[in-house]
């Protein structure tokens, strides 16, 4: 009887497979359940109405954006002082995604301000060092994807994400340190048991997201520095 010629699975492909599908599903039901959470179950807040929900949105994307240029710098440091390519690819994936969060940070912020502020954009301190991270994220993708090749490029690259993970830390104390339009830090304390909730599931809910797109984006820039590798090994 002939063997089959499937090739088997190597464990530590098995466990990505799983954990990569653990994560998915897990992403869509804590979502599912935000988005029942957000629109069907907290109440409407008093002073803002109804505009106030996209705050369950708005926070976590903040959130993720802020740790995304921090793996950014980090991952970028460990690259430069152990010369491995994965912690490169790293970097690069979480920028990647990271830029996503962070455009719709700035999207979501406009949808809250119009109505709240009456206009879509104003220089308030936390809005402006929040753009000035959205600018980090498209100047370290475009060194990455027009600079110099080879380490010099993945060096000045790694500037900008430093620079980024000091913004980071500005975008959180910016209502501290400035007048800002934004609510403090304290707010968490003034919402009510159902709203702090549904806050929390949001932000489990786009951390989990977040994780499976970087595990993903990740994966697949391990594949491509593999071929790069291969590619400049024979070629």
Known sequence: MAQSATAPIPATGLVRRISGDVLLIGSALLMALTLYLVYMWVPTELNLGVSQRIFYFHVPLGWIGMVSIMVVAVASIMHLATGRQKWDDLAYSTAEIGIIFASLILVTGAIWGKPVWGV????????????????????????????????????????????????????????????????????????????????????????????????????????ESDLDEIHQRFV
């Open 120 to 223: 879509w954009w104003t220089w308030d301190a936390k809005l402006t060092t929040t753009l000035v991270l959205w600018f980090i994220y498209v100047g370290y993708l475009m060194v990455r994807a027009y600079g110099p090749a080879g380490t010099q490029g993945k060096r000045f690259a790694s500037v900008i994400a430093l620079i980024g993970a000091i913004d980071a830390p500005i975008i959180y104390k910016a209502t501290d340190w400035w007048r800002s339009a934004h609510p403090e830090r304290n707010v968490p304390s003034d919402l009510n048991e159902k709203m702090l909730l549904t806050l929390m599931v949001s932000v489990l809910a786009f951390t989990v997201l977040y994780v499976y797109l970087l595990m993903e984006r990740y994966s697949l820039r391990r594949s």
